[in-house]
Nanobody, 115 residues
Framework: QVQRVEPGGGLAQPGGSLTLSCLAS??????MAWYRQAPGKDQELVAA???????YYADFVKGRFTLSRDNAKNTVYLQINNAKPEDTAVYYC???????????WGPGTQVTVSS
């Protein structure tokens, strides 16, 4: 489950960096993912870590975004580097606590990339 999303988004200049964090509860972080949704657009998968530990990055963020988790802190992170204006969106984290868990969603956090 998602306990809360820590502030970490907000405004960044093109080429800048920021980090989003999501505090989880309910035990094991079995799997996790970050999604985003821009105005008028469908929600899209940004990055994910599966139950086997494998990582996935969407082509449009690969090489710029880094997904990680810290089980000791019950926290997942999304590092955004070399931010682009097209990264502007509301970002959501999803946590699965086990194989039977379909996933819970945290509140969205706005990321705006602009000069």
């Amino acid at each position: 489950q998602v306990q809360r999303v820590e502030p970490g988004g907000g405004l960044a200049q093109p080429g800048g960096s920021l980090t989003l964090s999501c505090l989880a509860s309910g035990g094991e972080i079995y799997a996790m993912a970050w999604y985003r949704q821009a105005p008028g657009k469908d929600q899209e998968l940004v990055a994910a870590i599966g139950s086997d530990g494998g990582k996935y990055y969407a082509d449009f963020v690969k090489g710029r975004f880094t997904l990680s988790r810290d089980n000791a802190k019950n926290t997942v992170y999304l590092q955004i580097n070399n931010a682009k204006p097209e990264d502007t969106a509301v970002y959501y984290c999803q946590i699965r606590n086990g194989p039977a868990d379909l996933g819970s969603w945290g509140p969205g956090t706005q990321v705006t990339v602009s000069s």
